[in-house]
């Protein structure tokens, strides 16, 4: 049987202290990182974006997912690769085309 993986999120975070706090996360065993990307339009309420990624991109060598619980995921795909994310997780409904956001996923990889 596969170990199950430890995915925090950062939501209660205290931003004030992000990179200290990523660092103990990660020294307690935490396996890589769930980020929920929020716009405040596909769903409530607004969170952070790819400054924040970036800011835990730099405090851990851990793998980074953005689960991108946006109204136009596509148009942040690049973005949330060129912060550090590994993986660009996003709901189906939030596009209208799948193969338009399937050549944006494909533009993203090739940073």
Do not use: C, N
């Not at 929920?36 to 800011?55: L, Q, T």
Request: charged residues 20%; aromatic residues 8%; without cysteine.
């Amino acid at each position: 049987m596969a170990r199950a993986l430890i995915a925090p999120s950062i939501l209660t975070a205290d931003f004030g202290r992000l990179a200290e706090q990523v660092r103990a996360a990660e020294a307690g065993g935490a396996d890589l990182w769930h980020l929920d990307v929020m716009d405040g339009h596909f769903v409530p309420p607004i969170s952070f974006g790819r400054e924040v990624i970036a800011a835990v991109r730099a405090a851990s060598t851990l793998f980074i997912e953005a689960h991108l619980m946006v109204a136009k995921p596509g148009e942040q795909f690049a973005d949330m690769a060129a912060a550090g994310a590994q993986r660009l997780v996003f709901h189906y409904e939030a596009v209208r085309d799948l193969e338009a956001a399937r050549e944006h996923i494909a533009a993203a990889r090739a940073l």
